[in-house]
């Protein structure tokens, strides 16, 4: 999401008179009244790409009733850049104005009120900050709040941080479903680039079941690019390229372009493995992840996915668990796992709270199976209920171990909760993969096979 800078609503008198009181961002000399000490402020600790960009939230963990607030967060302008404030989707989303300002290298001075809109009354994200990481920044940068003016005055906060962290690319391609005779598109892009210029790569896949048709560039992180093509250089071989020139160098993560596959009418049900190979250019470092193509006699095992670049993908080792990092599962895959369907989720929901954060529809009575970090000391309330299976899931990531958590579902939406968080600031806990199995799930561990875990 492209963070979009707060501004004053001009069309209310009231909501005028604030953005002229507000505009300069310059905070009155005045002592104020202590009327924020039940209000405790968090600033998020993330972790992103040294020379990404990254989305810092200033949090709201406990409040009194907020109607305006000044306050200076500091942070080392040496290492960070900030770029835009965005209040989309935050409790200051309806606000007459809420804006800031550079005072100084390293100190960015926020200030808002509500004018004739409702005050805060309850926690959650105030704000989001953007801010770029030099490209040299591989550490720690701390974030602190401090002079807090109105009624954040006398408020409790917590420092946050913005890591940077060396890039670890990833080539992944798909997924995607369709049925015999119909046609199929699906991405091919990267994870964690860094100003890549130029690409090359080949897919394979097979030829008895798929057919290329095209190419795709529109919307895409190669969009402006000189040269981006592709051709069948073999019965189901496919070749990839593009160079930039003048074109906008990709970074972080995105398509690079999305290919359309016939799918053949003698095709039968199952999935097809798109695997990339060859990788060259500015590619040559990247990790491989084989995508799927599902072929299906009817519709997919979950459709609806509520959560943007959330997608259905089919088990496999080496596949990735995320849509944002390259991490992959590694062998062994449990009996019975490989090839079922699993929703690839992101890693950067990790802290996210509530009982009610991914929906999606299953056809049919499926088994749903939540693999969750096995270092989370106690579950989300909301699987509680659910059974735990003697299986792990193992996986490239620093938290390496997934417990399974079961549960079987009737035909429709089904509703699961976030990742959860012990406290505000836990960061080092993984988000949480979702399998979907047939009612009966996947057969049961071999006799004496134990429950084991893996911690780094």
């Known amino acids: 999401m492209t963070p979009r800078r707060a501004t004053a609503r001009a069309d209310n008198p009231a909501d005028r008179a604030w953005t002229a009181l507000l505009a300069t961002l310059a905070f009155a000399a005045a002592p104020a009244a202590v009327s924020g000490q039940g209000t405790t402020l968090a600033v998020s600790q993330v972790s992103e790409v040294a020379g990404g960009d990254a989305i810092v939230a200033i949090r709201i963990v406990t409040s009194d009733l907020i109607s305006a607030f000044g306050m200076d967060l500091s942070f080392d302008a040496a290492k960070i850049t900030f770029l835009s404030l965005s209040t989309e989707e935050t409790l200051s989303a309806a606000w007459a104005m809420l804006d800031s300002n550079l005072v100084t290298p390293g100190r960015l001075r926020i200030g808002g009120a509500r004018g004739q809109r409702p005050p805060i009354t309850g926690s959650g994200t105030l704000l989001n900050l953007a801010f770029r990481l030099h490209p040299t920044t591989t550490q720690s940068v701390a974030l602190t709040l401090g002079s807090l003016k109105d009624d954040f005055v006398g408020a409790r906060t917590i420092p946050g941080s913005l890591t940077g962290r060396i890039p670890d690319p990833a080539v992944f391609v798909g997924p995607g479903s369709g049925t015999p005779g119909g046609q199929v598109q699906v991405p091919v892009g990267v994870i964690d ?23 795709s560039r529109a919307g895409t992180l190669t969009e402006d690019w000189f040269l981006f093509g592709g051709n069948e250089a073999a019965p189901g071989r496919l070749a990839l390229g593009g160079l930039s020139h003048t074109g906008t160098p990709a970074r972080g993560r995105g398509p690079l372009a999305n290919l359309t596959f016939g799918i053949r009418a003698s095709a039968a049900p199952g999935v097809v493995t798109l695997r990339p190979i060859q990788l060259s250019d500015d590619l040559a470092d990247a990790i491989a992840a084989a995508g799927s193509i599902f072929i299906v006699a009817d519709v997919p095992a979950a459709t609806a996915i509520g959560r943007a670049e959330y997608v259905l993908d089919a088990m496999a080792e080496g596949k990735l668990l995320y849509g944002d990092r390259s991490f992959q599962f590694v062998d062994p895959i449990p009996s019975g796992f490989t090839g079922q369907p699993y929703i690839r989720t992101l890693h950067g929901d990790r802290n996210a709270a509530g009982a009610a954060f991914l929906s999606f529809h299953i056809p049919r009575e499926s088994m749903i199976v939540v693999a969750l970090d096995a270092s989370i000391d106690s579950l989300p309330a909301w699987l509680a209920t659910w059974t735990e299976r003697e299986e792990v899931l193992l996986t490239t990531d620093a938290n390496p171990s997934r417990r399974l958590l079961a549960r079987v579902m009737p035909a429709g939406e089904v509703t699961l909760g976030a990742n959860g968080r012990d406290d505000a600031l836990e960061d080092d806990r993984s988000m949480y993969t979702v399998l979907i199995f047939p009612a009966g799930g996947p057969p049961p561990p071999r006799s004496g096979t134990r429950r084991w875990q893996v911690y780094e």
């Open 193 to 215: 680039a860094v100003g890549f210029d130029a690409v090359g790569l080949q897919i394979v896949y097979d030829p008895s079941r798929l057919s290329f048709v095209s190419l």
